[in-house]
């Protein structure tokens, strides 16, 4: 095995400011672990330096991915004389929320035909989750004093405690997710945990591509924990930030929201198109909420109205008419599957290729790294085996070694391994 395409002249990945473009909804006054370590690595001279915490897809040659059709539409768009200017354009938002909506809930939805879905174009993933989460005291019907509690996963990405909290919950807690131990998903203890969750509390769910961890759960999984939400009459706010990244496919990676919304369960989603579509920093994320009943859909448009005009300025809807194109069009969307398709394999490649390299490095242990799928993968660390890989191996990974696996290329593939394998047999 290898990995196909040329090779880096440098082992280490140059980041955006704003990773995915992602972080522009609230910002929290604490340092994030990412962002600390983001600064490390760029204050270390090594020139053998590693940072693999990134959120966004990097090709073989170390750089941001741009997909050929994204660009090939991008521009026909831009060479189109009747197409207005790149602003707020209603008619490009609706048709952006139609297609958004359809890929996550499909097109027989049963809450599409009875018209109870709320759709929302967001700038980022963390504008969507906040819209949703100032929402939620318009959802229920209750005072809006109500403040939680919000579970997150843990470990979860930082910025969504800090969404939460800039939208007024302060009783923010976690369920148990990833296992040190089992290196995976610790399915009993997520069960006990929401178990004991009080009723109407807001359980935010990796719907797929779970950062940091990468860890995924079961359709069956996800069967048994919509039935515990149900019995213990919980809210699902389900997360998708990496669609089609997982298994090449919208429609699997969207699974537990269709599932959820088919079982008649009232639910918000947060989606972003960026890392699939390859449309970092543009305004292509969307918040979908579906509704037990039509009554109420008119009153919470007219607030998500109201909220979206305080939250953010107006909209860019340039990767918005990429995708809503895209997806309006099946000869597009065959192409696209299979440019996303080349994206999943290479890195399936990248994690049975470390995992290799670790066994013949006499590193037993590993099969977890391909066990998942996506573009976050959790090595399963201890704090002081990630302190070494800075300290000793200036390679920049994520607390539990939770690393993004396209960084990985096969310039850097030997360093990397034999770096986690000494940390691993050191300590």
């Given at each position: ?279 970092y920093g543009e305004a292509v994320s969307h918040l979908l909420c579906v509704l037990k009943h039509n009554s109420v859909l008119s009153s919470l448009r007219s607030q998500a109205d109201k909220l979206s005009q305080s939250l953010w300025a107006q909209l860019s809807v340039g990767g918005a008419r990429v995708v809503s194109t895209l997806l309006s069009n099946p000869a597009h969307l065959v192409e696209w599957q299979g440019e996303v398709k080349r994206i999943v394999e290479r890195c399936l490649l990248i994690r049975q290729l470390l995992r ?72």
């Open positions: 095995m290898s990995l196909a395409g040329c090779c880096l002249d440098k082992k280490w990945v140059v980041l955006r400011e704003d990773p995915a473009g992602d972080r522009s909804a609230s910002q929290d006054a604490d340092v994030s672990p990412e962002t600390s370590l983001l600064c490390t690595f760029r204050k270390d001279t090594h020139a053998d330096k590693v940072y693999l915490a990134g959120r966004e897809y990097f090709g073989e040659d170390g750089q941001t991915f741009s997909l050929r059709l994204v660009e090939k539409i991008k521009q026909q768009l831009k060479s189109d004389p009747t197409l207005r200017p790149d602003t707020q354009c209603p008619s490009v938002q609706a048709e952006f929320c139609r297609r958004a909506t359809e890929a996550a809930l499909g097109n027989n939805s049963k809450a599409l035909l009875e018209n109870r879905v709320l759709s929302v174009h967001a700038p980022s993933f963390s504008g969507a989750v906040r819209l949703g989460a100032e929402l939620l005291r318009y959802w229920f019907d209750v005072s809006s004093a109500w403040d939680g509690p919000v579970y997150l996963s843990s470990p979860c990405d930082d910025s969504l405690a800090a969404t939460f909290r800039a939208a007024g919950f302060h009783d923010i807690r976690h369920y148990y997710y990833w296992d040190d131990e089992q290196r995976d998903v610790c399915l009993k203890k997520l069960f006990v945990d929401l178990q004991e969750a009080p009723e109407r509390s807001v359980i935010l769910l990796p719907a797929c591509g779970h950062y940091p961890t990468g860890a995924a759960l079961s359709h069956n999984q996800w069967v048994m924990i919509a039935q515990l939400i149900l019995r213990r009459g919980l809210r699902p706010f389900l997360l998708l930030p990496t669609p089609a990244f997982c298994c090449g496919d919208l429609d699997h990676d969207a699974w537990p929201v269709w599932y959820f919304a088919s079982q008649g369960m009232e639910l918000l989603c947060a989606q972003s198109f960026s890392h699939c579509f390859g449309l290799e390299k670790l066994r013949l490095l006499g590193s037993p242990g590993w099969d977890h790294v391909t066990q998942q799928s996506g573009l976050y993968c959790c090595l399963g660390l201890n704090a002081q085996q990630v302190d070494f890989l800075s300290n000793r191996r200036h390679v920049y990974v994520l607390p539990h070694g939770c690393i993004n696996v396209s960084t990985i290329n096969s310039h850097n593939l030997d360093y990397i391994a034999e770096s986690v394998h000494a940390a691993t047999t050191s300590l």
